[in-house]
């Protein structure tokens, strides 16, 4: 068994996660499974799309699990203004976070200028009304020049967190076949190098596991998207760490609910 950090309790892990729901097949009744289930494991937030979050708000309601919606989510194509108006009217109905994806094509073709001016607007319009900004890169998309520059701008910026990927940005494969890596260590050290001290790092896709939740904290990384949350946060109660444990599995079983390998990261 592979031992882990004596100082990282299990309500640390649980914190960490921001349990997605972001897959567009879950039901009405699977949403509601999942902000059960990440009011119970005590996690940082549920992901959701804009439409989701006033049934996730009050599902939520009493626990200390916030409200995460997605903008401009998974293309990054959107105008601006739809942009903003998507994180300003999901602010409005109780997300206090936003993630909004970057436009993928104007980062490769240089346009700096625009990105710059939407990672700020953005920003700027949550800031005012009460929530932090997560800035999506889809690093599968991208070379290190471009994290690096993105990793400028939202420092520059003021940004809370930037992420590395939405979970869907498949690239086609020699073999014909689409995949992702998702968040990579190479990336997860290249943002953490590029990125002012107040910013935080959101690694997503790819981390399903108490190790590698471990593993990419050791790199600096303070959030997590996933999906396998009850997975992760029982691992490390049954790998012993200490606590205290989350709120909502200390009166009742804490074995994985349903939901926690439903469709996504």
Same mark, same amino acid.
């Not at 993928?104 to 710059?116: E, K, V, Y």
């Not at 967190?161 to 020699?174: A, C, E, I, L, R």
């Given at each position: 068994?592979?031992?882990?950090?004596?100082?990282?309790?299990?309500?640390?892990?649980?914190?960490?996660?921001?349990?997605?729901?972001?897959?567009?097949?879950?039901?009405? +009744?699977?949403?509601?499974? =999942?902000?059960?289930?990440a009011?119970?494991?005590?996690?940082?937030?549920?992901?959701v799309?804009?439409?989701?979050?006033?049934?996730?708000? +009050?599902?939520?309601?009493?626990?200390?699990?916030?409200?995460?919606?997605? *903008?401009?989510?998974?293309?990054?194509?959107?105008c601006?203004?739809?942009?903003?108006?998507?994180?300003?009217?999901?602010?409005?109905? =109780?997300?206090?976070?936003?993630?909004?994806?970057?436009n993928?094509?104007?980062?490769? =073709?240089?346009?700096?200028?625009?990105?710059?001016r939407?990672?700020?607007?953005?920003?700027? *319009?949550?800031?005012?009304?009460?929530?932090?900004?997560?800035?999506?890169?889809?690093?599968?998309?991208?070379?290190?020049?471009?994290?690096?520059?993105?990793?400028?701008?939202?420092?520059?910026?003021?940004v809370?967190?930037?992420?590395?990927?939405?979970?869907?940005?498949?690239?086609?494969?020699?073999?014909g076949?689409?995949?992702?890596?998702? +968040?990579?260590?190479? $990336?997860?050290k290249?943002?953490?190098?590029?990125?002012?001290?107040?910013?935080?790092?959101?690694?997503?896709?790819?981390?399903?596991?108490?190790?590698?939740?471990?593993?990419?904290?050791?790199?600096?990384?303070?959030?997590?998207?996933?999906? *396998?949350t009850?997975?992760?946060?029982?691992?490390?109660?049954?790998?012993?760490?200490? =606590?205290?444990i989350?709120?909502?599995?200390?009166?009742?079983?804490?074995? *994985? $609910?349903?939901?926690?390998? +439903?469709?996504?990261?």
């Open positions: 068994m592979t031992s882990s950090p004596s100082d990282v309790s299990v309500t640390d892990v649980a914190r960490m996660i921001d349990h997605s729901l972001l897959h567009p097949t879950l039901t009405p +009744a699977q949403l509601q499974e =999942g902000y059960a289930l009011a119970r494991y005590g996690c940082a937030t549920v992901c799309q804009p439409m989701s979050v006033v049934a996730a708000k +009050a599902a939520l309601e009493g626990s200390e699990t916030e409200v995460c919606a997605v *903008a401009g989510f998974p293309q990054g194509a959107n601006l203004e739809t942009k903003v108006a998507e994180a300003e009217r999901s602010i409005a109905e =109780g997300a206090t976070e936003i993630d909004v994806v970057i993928a094509g104007l980062t490769l =073709g240089g346009h700096w200028d625009i990105i710059q939407e990672v700020e607007v953005v920003n700027a *319009a949550c800031v005012r009304d009460g929530a932090i900004l997560k800035v999506i890169f889809e690093n599968d998309f991208l070379e290190n020049e471009h994290i690096i520059k993105l990793c400028e701008i939202c420092t520059a910026a003021e809370a967190f930037v992420k590395t990927s939405t979970g869907y940005g498949m690239v086609k494969q020699p073999d076949s689409y995949s992702y890596k998702g +968040a990579t260590h190479e $990336h997860l290249l943002m953490r190098e590029h990125s002012g001290p107040n910013v935080q790092i959101k690694a997503a896709g790819g981390v399903r596991t108490l190790d590698d939740t471990l593993a990419v904290r050791a790199l600096g990384v303070t959030r997590i998207g996933a999906t *396998a009850a997975a992760i946060v029982q691992a490390a109660i049954d790998r012993g760490m200490p =606590g205290p989350p709120a909502g599995l200390t009166n009742g079983s804490s074995t *994985a $609910h349903p939901n926690g390998d +439903a469709p996504g990261y």
